[in-house]
């Protein structure tokens, strides 16, 4: 591999892995409030895909004004997921797991039913150019991907960081019960949370059907993937996030560059696994911090 | 040589100083009681002496093997039993089968024949009482019946040296009664005990010795009547003794 | 009373169980019943391993490799039913590897590993491919021969495979009682309800739960190896398919985790609702029985259908007759 290439290689994987930011904080996110994980996130997100695929065949609009429609698009099914996650049993990490995994296997099922498990991309020709940069030559749909999801994710750190929400949200994943004795309405914190993390999945999932084929059981790898930068990065910390997906994004680009796109989802999961085993503390272990 | 040995013994739980650098020396066929106002570190160091805690710092020896480091399996099995304070017994399991455990996977004294690990728990069972019991789940007891299973599971591994935690507390006094009778025999039959009580009357009738601890530190040690006596003790827990 | 009332509604189950071949089913269902048998004896598997407080999102991998290393057996010319047993023990040493995570995972964390774990065997079967045939599969895998004893046909939607798969399952149904019944079934609970109180009496937590991953990824697997031979393809997307992580879960904790029966009655009823009733009118929503069940159960129901019944079945090792 050249130099050229490499260099490519690495930038088009730190700009993917700005998406993978994005779409780790909306997984993270649900579980920093409700202490649940979201099997079905990766659903979620390809049926973001699908929506934003479906509007952008009927309407012809640009790819980037379809990533709010898909988003509210999902609000509904928010306020469902807060529903049945309120309803939990102990200990929560395995019953949300068990639950969504049924929830992940509805979502496929649907998309099956509207979409017959055929291939899909939003193949849009205002993606499709490239840009010089230095020697490199960097693919627009990309920049353009990546630049939505590091504003996403801008909007979000300053939301959570400066704003009466943030801080409410906050609290509530620090210690529930604290939060309500001080006053913090911890329901309307949990309520805003879940439509805001599926509403961003729902609009990752636009950005990431301009990049990739859709397939209704494409979701899981997206889960696992999410599920990989929260362990490395811990629970709600942002910037962390931001450094793991880029690192993920490169990683990936590297592994497709070097043995092809089939060895993909195999490097996803034994990334998985050995994070899980380095990392044998849960997910939680990273909010004490 | 003392059967069990602890030397500088701390345990830190964050900030939280629990133990601070105690050492204690259990000899062997002795009671020994450990006395000491809430939360001056008696249950952390029975978790410390039973593996279910590593100390921060210091060393544990048992029967002059050092297992500091070992997990609680390996310490069962070298023949120290515990009770816990508040009874953890397998709740959904029947209290045969609570029993049962130990009997069958312990490694000295073992049966090989179903029937005899049988006989040996209803045997168990019977000396505390709990044999028209056996076939209720755990979770079913009174607060007095789980104490006893606690003891019948500790005793189940065949235990050379038993940690028992405040096995009295709770209990009319009738059940108060029960216990000091029961340390009596278990010591007749050459078991050695470490045991809490909150009440240092019940300690008082049996123990052979006393150690006190206070916020983490060995106040007091020696027998029973001298560490009554002390009055440093006496301050500590005047009127203390009824809450037990 | 209580043991009449089982014994006879065993005798009615398995008058019911042998009556489809022999009243002349049409090979289709045939083959459906004889796929929701092999259904119940992964669920009762997957049963096995929750039994000891394990819980797996990835028994497909368990199920794979078995279909995989009996496959390649039977390929390399080992008679088939020797393949399946290899394949049986393929799929137990893999079980028992990714078991060995249990010393430091547990709960939802260990179910994410065996996910991981299931991706991960999918993921090499595709990509190796002088072994596996990559993503196209194996073909051509012989079917079972009939036994010089026992002269039946054993290929899909024949009679033979039917009792074959109903042997099956009863075979594993009773070696699940006796574990439960035995040493192993008392470390197992034990480890499963208080792993911490479970060691300080003695028992080394992480060897039962390797066996545990072993024993029911062994059968998954002998599962799995009679599968590709009623099938006689195997293909990666096929048997590492999360179909068979998902489902046996799914089966095992709606009929009611740790029971004998309920994971094998209710992996018959789900899967037969589903591709009788279901499948022929809205084939796209036939998976729905299971979501569903999965949500009915989490939310609504701890203890499973079992969980119903007037009282609980009576643990196996009560003290009163023994
Ligand atoms: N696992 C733990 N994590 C953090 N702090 C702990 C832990 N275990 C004990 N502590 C703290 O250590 C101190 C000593 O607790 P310990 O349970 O040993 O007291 P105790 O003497 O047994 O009290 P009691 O008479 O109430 O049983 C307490 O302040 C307690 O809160
Ligand atoms: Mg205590």
Redesign the pocket.
């Known amino acids: 591999m050249s130099l050229t290439t490499l260099a490519q290689t690495l930038a088009s994987g730190a700009l993917l892995g700005c998406f993978y930011t994005l779409m780790a904080l909306a997984f993270s996110m649900v579980l920093s409030v409700t202490r649940a994980l979201n099997l079905a996130h990766g659903d979620l997100i390809i049926l973001g895909g699908y929506l934003g695929y479906w509007f952008w065949s009927g309407s012809g609009l640009h790819p980037l004004l379809l990533v709010p429609v898909a988003g509210a698009a999902l609000l509904p099914l928010a306020l469902l997921w807060q529903w049945l996650f309120n309803r939990l049993p102990e200990p929560k990490e395995l019953s949300s797991l068990v639950l969504t995994f049924g929830l992940s296997l509805l979502l496929q099922n649907i998309m099956l039913a509207l979409w017959r498990g055929e291939y899909r991309l939003i193949a849009s020709e205002s993606l499709t150019g490239s840009i010089r940069l230095g020697g490199l030559r960097l693919n627009q749909g990309r920049l353009i991907v990546a630049a939505a999801a590091l504003a996403a994710v801008g909007g979000l750190y300053l939301a959570l960081t400066r704003t009466r929400w943030g801080r409410a949200v906050r609290a509530t994943s620090l210690d529930r019960e604290a939060a309500a004795l001080l006053g913090i309405n911890v329901d309307q914190a949990t309520r805003t949370t879940f439509l805001l993390a599926l509403a961003l999945s729902g609009g990752a999932g636009v950005l990431f059907a301009t990049l990739h084929y859709l397939y209704p059981a494409g979701g899981i790898e997206l889960t696992l993937l999410a599920i990989v930068l929260t362990i490395w990065a811990g629970v709600g910390r942002l910037r962390s996030v931001l450094v793991a997906g880029v690192l993920l994004g490169v990683i990936e680009a590297l592994t497709v560059a070097w043995s092809g796109p089939r060895w993909r989802e195999l490097v996803v999961a034994l990334l998985l696994l050995a994070s899980l085993l380095a990392r044998s503390g849960g997910l939680a272990g990273g909010r004490s911090h | 040589m003392a059967l069990l040995e602890g030397r500088g013994l701390s ?1 830190a ?2 900030g ?1 100083l ?2 601070r650098g105690v050492d204690i020396a259990v000899e062997e066929h002795q009671v020994v009681g450990l006395l ?12 410390i002496l039973s593996g279910l ?1 590593r100390p921060t710092a210091g060393q544990v020896w048992f029967h002059g093997t050092r297992m500091t480091d070992l997990p609680p399996w390996k310490i069962s099995r070298l023949g120290i039993g515990r009770t816990f ?1 508040i009874p953890r017994p397998f709740a959904h399991s029947t209290v045969f089968d609570n029993v049962l455990v130990g009997v069958t996977f312990r490694p000295r004294h073992r049966y090989h024949c179903p029937q005899d690990r049988r006989r040996e728990t209803e045997r168990l069972l019977g000396i505390v009482g709990l044999a028209e019991k056996a076939a209720a789940n755990a979770n079913e007891l009174s607060l007095g019946e789980r104490k006893r299973l606690e003891l019948a599971m500790a005793l189940s591994t065949r235990p050379t040296l038993l940690l028992l ?2 096995l009295a507390s709770g209990l009319s006094p009738k059940g108060r009664e029960e216990v000091i009778r029961f340390y009596a025999r278990l010591k007749e039959r050459g078991l050695t005990i470490f045991a ?1 009580e ?1 009440s240092f009357r019940v300690l008082a009738q049996v123990a052979d010795r006393l150690l006190v ?1 206070d916020q ?1 530190t060995i106040v007091a040690d020696g027998r029973p009547a001298q560490v009554l006596g002390s009055p440093r003790v006496v301050e500590a827990y005047l009127g203390e003794d009824d809450h037990g | 009373m209580r043991r009449l009332t089982w014994i006879g509604a065993g005798l009615v189950a398995a008058a019911l169980l042998l009556l489809p071949p022999l009243s002349g089913f049409h090979p289709y269902y045939l083959y459906l019943v004889s796929t929701a048998l092999l259904f119940g004896t992964l669920a009762t598997a997957w049963n096995l391993l929750a039994y000891a407080g394990q819980i797996s999102f990835g028994h497909a991998a368990f199920f794979g490799l078995g279909a995989y290393g009996a496959a390649l057996a039977s390929l390399g010319r080992f008679s088939p039913w020797w393949a399946i047993v290899l394949g049986g023990l393929l799929g137990a040493g893999g079980a028992g590897v990714i078991g060995l995570a249990s010393a430091r995972l547990q709960g939802a964390y260990l179910a994410l590993a065996t996910l991981a774990y299931a991706e991960i065997w999918r993921g090499i079967a595709h990509n190796w491919s002088e072994v596996s045939g990559g993503g196209a599969g194996l073909i051509g895998i012989p079917p079972l021969p009939p036994l010089p004893w026992l002269p039946l046909d054993f290929t899909r939607g024949r009679a033979g495979s039917y009792y074959l798969s109903l042997a099956f399952l009863l075979v594993v149904l009773a070696l699940f009682a006796g574990i439960l019944h035995s040493r192993l079934g008392l470390a197992f609970a034990a480890v499963r309800e208080e792993e911490e109180r479970a060691s300080l009496l003695g028992v080394h937590p992480l060897p039962w739960k390797i066996l545990a991953f072993a024993l029911s990824g062994f059968f998954s697997a002998l599962a799995g190896g009679l599968y590709v031979h009623m099938v006689r393809v195997v293909e990666p997307d096929l048997v590492f398919s999360r179909y068979f992580s998902i489902l046996p879960l799914v089966m095992a904790t709606f009929g009611g985790l740790h029971t004998l029966l309920g994971p094998a009655t209710a992996a018959l009823g789900l899967y037969l609702v589903s591709e009788l009733l279901l499948q022929p009118y809205v084939p796209v929503f036939h998976q729905l029985p299971y979501g569903l069940a999965l949500i009915v159960v989490v939310l609504y129901l701890p203890g499973g259908l079992a969980g119903l019944l007037p009282s609980p079945r009576p643990s196996p090792h009560r003290g009163e007759g023994r």
């Open positions: 345990m739980f964050g939280l629990a133990l000491g106002p809430n939360g001056s570190g008696k249950t952390t160091l029975f978790n805690l304070q935690d405040e809490i909150h601890l983490g």
